[in-house]
T-cell receptor, first 114, second 114 residues
Framework: DQQVKQNSPSLSVQEGRISILNCDYTNSMFDYFLWYKKYPAEGPTFLISISSIKDKNEDGRFTVFLNKSAKHLSLHIVPSQPGDSAVYFCAASAVQTGANNLFFGTGTRLTVIP | KAGVTQTPRYLIKTRGQQVTLSCSPISGHRSVSWYQQTPGQGLQFLFEYFSETQRNKGNFPGRFSGRQFSNSRSEMNVSTLELGDSALYLC?????????????FGPGTRLTVT
C-alpha cells in the first residue's frame, strides 16, 4: 500500500521556466515532509523539508508547499536549470509517533531542457 | 564533515548465499536507517538502529537483519539470498532517533543476485 504517491513519473521543462513536482499522501499521521534529489549511482540528496505546522517553506530556488486538507505537497523550482535534471522523491514521516522512518514516493524524473 | 559511507559499492552473489553490507554514518549521527530501492517498489524502509538497538522495522522477512555498533556504524545482513533481493541498499543517518530531522543518505550498495 503506497502511502506516498507521485503520479507523474516524468516531467520536462525548459531552462529558466518553473518546474512543479507533485506528491500526494494518504496517512493523516504524517507530519513532516521532505524532498530528495537523486542522480544515478548516488544516494538521495536532501533538498528541502516542511513541517505540518507550516504551509510553505523556501530555500533559494526551491519552495515546498503543503496543503494538509488535500494531503498534497508540491515542490517548485524557479528558475529551472539543466543541473536540476534528476529523479525527485518526496518522503513523509510521522514524527509524532516517535518513528524516524521515511515513506517515499516512487519518484518523478525531471528533465530540464537547455 | 564526511558524508555517509557504504561498503562495498557493488556486490554480486549467488542465490542461497548470504551477504553483509556496512554503513558508517556522519560523525555525531547516532541513528542509522536502511532502505531498499528496487525499480518496482521504489525506496522501502528496512529498519532503524539507535544506540545499538533496533527501534523500528519495516515489512521485510526475517532473512533481513542488522546491527549497530557502539561507534554508530551499522551492518546489514541478508541470508539465503533470493533473486528478488537484487536492489540498491541505502543507508541513511540522522542526529537522533526522532525528529523532525533530515536523513542523509550514503551512495548505496548495488547487490546483484544471480
Amino acid at each position: 500500500d503506497q502511502q506516498v504517491k507521485q503520479n507523474s513519473p516524468s516531467l520536462s521543462v525548459q531552462e529558466g521556466r518553473i518546474s512543479i513536482l507533485n506528491c500526494d499522501y494518504t496517512n493523516s499521521m504524517f507530519d513532516y515532509f521532505l524532498w530528495y534529489k537523486k542522480y544515478p549511482a548516488e544516494g538521495p540528496t536532501f533538498l528541502i523539508s516542511i513541517s505540518s505546522i507550516k504551509d510553505k517553506n523556501e530555500d533559494g530556488r526551491f519552495t515546498v508547499f503543503l496543503n494538509k486538507s488535500a494531503k498534497h505537497l508540491s515542490l517548485h523550482i524557479v528558475p529551472s536549470q539543466p543541473g536540476d535534471s534528476a529523479v525527485y522523491f518526496c518522503a513523509a514521516s510521522a514524527v509524532q509517533t516517535g518513528a524516524n522512518n521515511l515513506f517515499f514516493g516512487t519518484g518523478t524524473r525531471l528533465t530540464v531542457i537547455p | 564533515k564526511a558524508g555517509v559511507t557504504q561498503t562495498p559499492r557493488y556486490l554480486i552473489k549467488t542465490r542461497g548465499q548470504q551477504v553483509t553490507l556496512s554503513c558508517s554514518p556522519i560523525s555525531g549521527h547516532r541513528s542509522v536507517s536502511w532502505y531498499q530501492q528496487t525499480p518496482g517498489q521504489g525506496l522501502q524502509f528496512l529498519f532503524e538502529y539507535f544506540s545499538e538497538t533496533q527501534r523500528n522495522k519495516g515489512n521485510f522477512p526475517g532473512r533481513f537483519s542488522g546491527r549497530q555498533f557502539s561507534n554508530s556504524r551499522s551492518e546489514m545482513n541478508v541470508s539465503t539470498l533470493e533473486l528478488g533481493d537484487s536492489a540498491l541498499y541505502l543507508c541513511a543517518s540522522s542526529p537522533a532517533p526522532s525528529g523532525p530531522y533530515e536523513q542523509y543518505f550514503g551512495p548505496g550498495t548495488r547487490l546483484t543476485v544471480t
